[in-house]
């Protein structure tokens, strides 16, 4: 398993992976055939099938290593869906069916027919191979170019929307992982955002009562309360921060007072055209 680890890589699928070598190890023994039989039987088979048979295993080999064998990769490893893994599969193998597959098969076939069973040589053993090779990738083939076909006509001439949920293959998520995951919106909520929270200003910027006040910055704590150096002759006007349970008022004595929210009265102002919270 280790040995396997290290030569491929575990995120690579295995029937992608499997190809690949099958097809590598075809791909091999077609150009041997060639290079070792056929080219040294030119008295028996004619030069057009045996020039034929090369220039198959050339494109054969051109198909495998550029396109094929790209695509298994791609579809193994980089595919997030199904579908894409499956398309691209396929197109991988319709290619190995359509340019090694077939025309070797035809061409053996017919060399077979001319001089026979020749007692277990290595041309014979090519022939039974490539017949193994041709009959499961037709198959497949012809079974994967069907389901394609029909789902591009049902998208053309029927219901596409069907279509498309089947090649996504949707399935709703369990109950127990939605149930999970409202548990913890519900712990957590989201904060509100500063668009949709209401405050409103006692006393206008320009007509505050007492300008030179300063109003510090806000501690780390949770919850702000606004402290003002009133002067002695005068009483500041009682002034409120917002915390999330309570508000918190700050008078001329510096005593805190929790009040619960919403309870606070109007304070009337002269430049205020109504009665408005005292909260800012």
Known sequence: MELCECVVDPNVLLLPATLIFVYLGGV???????????????????????????????????????????????????????????????????????????PLLIIETH???????????????????QVVFFVPSALVSS????????????????????????????????????????AVASEYPPPLPMHDMHYTIAHHPRHAPFPEYAIPRSSPARHTTVDIEAAPSVQPHALAAEHPRHTFVSGAARRNLVLAMGELPPQLHEDDAGPHPTII
Not at 111 to 126: K, Y
């Open 111 to 129: 060399a077979f027919l001319q001089v026979g069973w020749q007692r277990s040589t290595f041309a014979d053993g090519c022939f039974v191979m």
């Open 28 to 102: 091999v023994v077609s150009v041997v055939n060639t290079g070792n039989y056929f080219q040294k039987r030119r008295d028996v088979y004619a030069n057009a099938l045996i020039d034929a048979h090369l220039v198959f295993c050339v494109i054969g080999c051109v198909v495998f290593f550029c396109v094929s064998s790209v695509m298994w990769l791609w579809s193994s490893k980089y595919s997030f869906t199904h579908a894409e893994r499956m398309w691209r599969l396929c197109v991988g193998l319709w290619c190995m069916c359509f340019f090694k597959d077939l």
């Open 143 to 182: 079974a994967t170019i069907s389901w394609y076909l029909a789902g591009f006509l049902e998208r053309q001439f029927g219901n596409a929307m069907m279509v498309a949920l089947q090649e996504k293959s949707y399935a709703p998520p369990p109950v127990s992982q939605v149930c999970a995951h409202l």
